[in-house]
């Protein structure tokens, strides 16, 4: 039973162009989420996170923005950057819970195309 | 600040062999964990530990695996005996500390550049 969904395997978006990565998580218990970058054969990066009581966290060309209701969240990249052509990986943690153990999606593989 | 560092970075073995991965976290922190990753799927954790201590180790198979983290600061994982399932890669994070009441910097769990397993 997948807790954090990411349903889009891949996206492919022009350079200079807004990319948009979605993630649905089913544990209304999680309250902070992460998203990690990872280029191949490296480890996962830290990206981005936002806790649940805000619903929006800027972070330069990124941006996360929560939807607790709907229990979604998304990864906004603007302006795009072939550089930005990665895997990313949502992830959701339950504070306090199971102290830091981190449930990750499948992940979306983004090409920027110059 | 050096990065989580990880031998061996790739490893083929036949079923039925004993495999040992190594992980150095980052210098000061407390808190490591490994991944499993399967091909198309995201990191799974099997083991977390607080200092040398297992916080969380309730999805590790513990009839084949195992792991320690001797003085609180290097630690090894190992599979014996390996079966064809556990081909994936191996991830070694650490955090500074981990589930704080307030999540910030502190958690941020860093990465190793894991460990690929191959089992024919």
């Known amino acids: 039973d997948q807790q954090v969904k990411q349903n889009s395997p891949s996206l492919s978006v022009q350079e200079g162009r807004i990319s948009i990565l979605n993630c649905d998580y089913t544990?209304?218990?999680?309250?902070?989420f992460l998203w990690y970058k990872k280029y191949p054969a490296e480890g996962p990066t830290f990206l981005i996170s936002?806790?649940?009581?805000?619903d929006k966290n800027e972070d330069g060309r990124f941006t996360v923005f929560l939807n607790k209701s709907a229990k979604h969240l998304s990864l906004h990249i603007v302006p795009s950057q072939p550089g930005d052509s990665a895997v990313y990986f949502c992830?959701?943690?339950?504070?306090?819970?199971?102290?830091?153990?981190?449930?990750f999606g499948k992940g979306t593989k983004l090409s920027v195309k110059p | 600040e050096a990065g989580v560092a990880q031998s061996p970075r790739y490893k083929i073995i036949e079923k039925r062999q004993s495999v040992a991965f190594w992980c150095n976290p980052i210098?000061?922190?407390?808190?490591l964990y490994w991944y499993q990753q399967i091909l198309g799927q995201g990191p799974k954790l099997l083991i977390q530990?607080?200092?040398?201590?297992?916080?969380?180790d309730s999805q590790l198979p513990k009839d084949r695996f195992s792991a320690e983290r001797l003085k609180g600061v290097d630690s090894t994982l190992k599979i014996q005996p390996a079966k064809l399932e556990d081909s994936a890669v191996y991830l070694c994070?650490?955090?500074?500390?981990?589930?704080?009441?307030?999540?910030?910097?502190?958690?941020?769990?860093?990465f190793g550049p894991g460990t690929r397993l191959t089992v024919l």
């Open positions: 530990f607080q200092n040398n201590g297992v916080v969380d």
């Open positions: 210098s000061g922190h407390a808190t």
């Open positions: 994070a650490s955090s500074l500390v981990a589930g704080s009441q307030l999540p910030g910097a502190a958690d941020t769990q860093y």
């Open positions: 936002i806790s649940s009581i805000k």
């Open positions: 992830a959701a943690s339950l504070i306090g819970g199971s102290q830091g153990n981190l449930i």
């Open positions: 544990n209304s218990m999680f309250d902070y």
